[in-house]
Structure formats: structure tokens, C-alpha cells
């Protein structure tokens, strides 16, 4: 079976907290395919969305090269499957797929507090394992507790960057410098684009 990371999200913008939980997941989980999975229709957020294309495109940029002993996709897979990307319809997908791989969903702290909420989230422990990783402000203990309460959620402990992509986009909005946050070939991008503004 050929472990294979699944990290999906809206990456409006991918900044460097994106890309340390991938390098972190694929060390720890010793992945051996990692699937970027940019997120087509939210189903979690009300925040309005750069184009799908132009989100994938900085996804290419941000996570080109991360690895040498993973490879790493940019997926397009949730636009294919049109309307709202619930999770467990891209999971039986990807199966569907690719029936040799064994699938580990990676997803952030701040979505582990939530993922009872999740559409069918008790289908998505059957069919995946899920492994989430702490970051910034989290709290690892209480993180553990809770993964023990849902059940079939591994805790990742992760030095994640402690930045979100809401607050890229209020600072790129403001012409502040996000140098620190967003690799140059994503800022080149999004200076093209006129992303954010």
C-alpha cells in the first residue's frame, strides 16, 4: 500500500505554516505521496475565494520542490467532482482511484476542535486516518483529549508557523510586508495577479 497524505484547503493564499505541516507530516507519517488537494467550494467558510486556477497555481509554486522522497501533487481533483468539496467525497474518490493507497488525512488544529461537524466526519475516521497536527496557540494536551474522545485521530506534534491566510490577506490589502509568511515565487504571483488587493 503506498502511504499517501491527503492535505486539502482553501490556500487563499499557501503560506509557510502550509508548507512546514506538509514537510512535518511527510517525515512523520513517511509518506510516500502527498496530494495537495486546494478546496473548489468551501463548505466551512463564508470568505470569498481567489479562483480556483489561480489558487492552484500558487499552490504549485509554494510546495514545488519541499520534498525528495515524497512526491507532491497539486490535485484539481474537487473541481472535478464539482459543487460544495465535502471531504468524504473526495476520500471514496481518491480510493476509487487509487485502490493500492492507504490514506491519511492531514488536517490543522484549529479543524480537529471542529471536525464532529464535519459532513459524515464519523465515515471520513472509517475510510481515512486522520492525523492532526498542532500548531501555534494550540494546545497540545487538550488536543490529545479531545482526539481520544472522538477516537482514530492521531495527534501530530508539529512547529507550525503561527499564521493565518486571513491575516496575509488583510496585510496584503494594507501594502504590508508578508516576506516573512510568502515565498517569493507565491508574492510574485499574487503581485501579478493583483490578488487581495
Not at 81 to 86: F, M, R
Amino acid at each position: 500500500m503506498i502511504k499517501t497524505g491527503i492535505f486539502g484547503g482553501a490556500f487563499n493564499p499557501p503560506h509557510k505554516g502550509h508548507i512546514n505541516l506538509a514537510k512535518e507530516a511527510i517525515e512523520q507519517l513517511k509518506l510516500r505521496r502527498l496530494l495537495i488537494i486546494p478546496t473548489y467550494e468551501s463548505p466551512h467558510k463564508d470568505t470569498k475565494l481567489a479562483l480556483f486556477d489561480d489558487r492552484a497555481e500558487m499552490c504549485r509554486r509554494a510546495f514545488s520542490g519541499i520534498s525528495d522522497r515524497c512526491e507532491v501533487e497539486i490535485s484539481d481533483i474537487e473541481r472535478e467532482l464539482g459543487g460544495v468539496s465535502y471531504t468524504i467525497n473526495t476520500i471514496r474518490e481518491l480510493k476509487r482511484r487509487c485502490p493500492d493507497a492507504r490514506f491519511f488525512l492531514i488536517i490543522g488544529g484549529d479543524m480537529l476542535f471542529s471536525f464532529t461537524e464535519w459532513y459524515k466526519y464519523e465515515s471520513i475516521l472509517k475510510e481515512s486516518e486522520v492525523c492532526a497536527a498542532a500548531r501555534g496557540g494550540d494546545n497540545f494536551a487538550d488536543m490529545l483529549e479531545y482526539a481520544a474522545e472522538i477516537g482514530r485521530i492521531r495527534v501530530l506534534p508539529t512547529d507550525i508557523v503561527d499564521i493565518s491566510s486571513t491575516e496575509i490577506r488583510s496585510r496584503i490589502a494594507a501594502d504590508d510586508d508578508v516576506s516573512e509568511w510568502i515565498g517569493n515565487d507565491v508574492m510574485s504571483y499574487i503581485k501579478d495577479k493583483g490578488l487581495y488587493k
